[in-house]
Structures are given as C-alpha cells and as structure tokens.
C-alpha cells in the first residue's frame, strides 16, 4: 500500500478481554515502531522491530504487552488483560532503516477499554 | 521531569506572521533532532530533519539546533491558515536511532 496501514481503526473492549492491533507496514521498510498517544500528548515509544528482531522493547509498560514481527513486514501489538488505563491511541510508524530516522506514521487505532 | 519539555501553547496568530515554535531537552546524548506536524485526527508527519548542531531550511520553514543550550526551535515564515496543526518536536540518540522521545505538542492556529 502507499502508507502505514493499521487495524482496526477503533476497537472498544471489555476490561480483562486480550486484545491484537495490527500494522501493515510500507512495503520495504525494514524498521518498524509501536507508539502509544494519549490525548493531548505526544507519542510515547513503546517497541521497535529491524526485520523480525525486535531491537528495543523499553517501552512496553508491563508484562502484558507485547509485540511481533515473525516475517520482517507485518506487526502485531497485543495486549493481554486490557484494563481501562490502556485506553489509548496506538500508533505504528516504518521506516527505511539504518541512519534513515524519518518514520511514518499510519493513522492509528483508538482502542477503549470500558 | 521528561526529557523533552516543549512549550503547550496554544498558539493563535493572524495569517502571514512569523511563527516560533521550541523545545528543550535534557538527555545530551540527543543527535538526532525532528519537527512533526500532526492534524486532526491524523497521524504525525515529518517536517524537518536535522542532525547534531546547526540551521536547516527548506521553504517557509527553518529548524535550528543549539546543542549547547539545549534548546531546538522551528521558524514558519509566511504562515498560512493550512499551517493549523499541532507541531511535536523529537528526538533520538545515536546508538538507538530507532526510538524516538517527543514533545506533547503546541497547537497552532492560523487566522486568516
């Protein structure tokens, strides 16, 4: 596709439900980013892929989360136990890579937690 | 205290003003520094790009580094009511370029 692409666009869950947001990347882009938005803020990282290895995972807030890129292009963020502080906007960004630091960002998925 | 303050506005100017937007910081690893422009309802967008120290330009739009104070700025020259937007600024180290910190924004209006 021309752009980051994610999924869903909005996604509202019971709290203690799992939840999986996905990011379709742009095509040959080897870096690929999870951020997470709060309103009125701006975006917090929270992991990192180059290829499949997942290079920096600092930003994850607990166990709960976590991330995949089992073949180098599409992301998976799942959140297990989701509780209402996760309520958020997730926010996945690529990147060419290397010492290309200019990523951009699909349009995010609103996720609430009630 | 976060590493990257920048200042909240919001900021209202009449069109053709010129606009300063800033943004300071505390990690002195930072190399790598970005101005965002994000719309409503949209995701951010790279504006400018710079690395290390110094001015860079391109159109209406001017990024400055100081890295000894800490302090980056971005210049719109010309501001035009499609300039209205929230502007982040971020930054990233050399040895994890991939993991960007960002400011929380200032949200511009250009009146006409």
């Known amino acids: 596709g021309a752009g980051v692409s994610q999924s869903p666009r909005y996604k509202v869950t019971k709290r203690g439900q799992d939840v999986a947001l996905r990011c379709d990347p742009i095509?040959?882009?080897?870096?690929l980013y999870w951020y997470r938005q709060a309103l009125g803020q701006g975006p917090e990282f929270l992991t990192y892929f180059n290829y499949e290895a997942q290079q920096d995972k600092s930003g994850l807030p607990n166990d709960r989360f976590s991330a995949e890129r089992p073949e180098g292009s599409i992301s998976t963020l799942t959140i297990q136990r989701t509780e209402q502080r996760d309520s958020a906007m997730y926010r996945c960004?690529?990147?060419?890579?290397?010492?290309?630091?200019?990523?951009?960002f699909g349009q995010g998925t609103r996720l609430t937690v009630v | 205290q976060k590493e990257v303050e920048q200042d909240p506005g919001p900021l209202s100017v009449p069109e053709g003003a010129i606009v300063s937007l800033n943004c300071t910081y505390s990690?002195?690893?930072?190399?790598?520094f970005m101005w965002y422009r994000q719309y409503s309802r949209k995701g951010p967008e790279l504006l400018m790009y710079?690395?290390?120290?110094g001015n860079k330009e391109d159109g209406r739009f001017t990024a400055q580094v100081d890295k000894s104070s800490k302090y980056i700025s971005l210049f719109i020259r010309d501001s035009q009511p499609s300039d209205s937007a929230t502007y982040l600024c971020?930054?990233?180290?050399?040895?994890?370029?991939?993991?960007?910190?960002f400011g929380d924004g200032t949200t511009l209006t250009v009146k006409p």
């Open positions: 960004a690529s990147s060419l890579g290397g010492t290309n630091t200019e990523a951009f």
């Open positions: 990690n002195s690893a930072f190399q790598y």
């Open positions: 095509s040959g882009h080897v870096s």
């Open positions: 971020a930054m990233g180290t050399n040895t994890n370029a991939g993991k960007s910190t």
């Open positions: 710079t690395y290390s120290s």
